[in-house]
């Protein structure tokens, strides 16, 4: 535990930070695996609607400095290639 009054600051606002952190995370992996999930079942309305809310946590993501903007890229590409092979 820190002394120095700023250091204990600190170490309470690196807690709040890794908290939200760690909620746009979770909420963007569950919305990837319910992207997965309607992939897996063939529903391609779902697909679709899932696919526009994954592009928007990744987008959201990126903004808050969560993800790399070229790891989001790949990710939205891998997404839309899942969502090609279904369509076709």
Wanted: charged share 25%.
């Amino acid at each position: 535990m820190p002394n120095i009054k700023s250091a204990m600051k600190r170490v309470k606002v690196i807690k709040v930070k890794t908290l939200r952190n760690q909620m746009i995370k979770s909420s963007l992996k569950s919305t990837i695996k319910r992207f997965d999930t309607s992939i897996v079942e063939g529903n391609t309305e779902q697909a679709n609607a899932a696919f526009t809310l994954a592009v928007k946590k990744i987008d959201q993501a990126v903004a808050k400095g969560i993800l790399h903007k070229n790891t989001a890229a790949r990710k939205k590409s891998q997404l839309t290639s899942k969502l090609k092979s279904i369509s076709a």
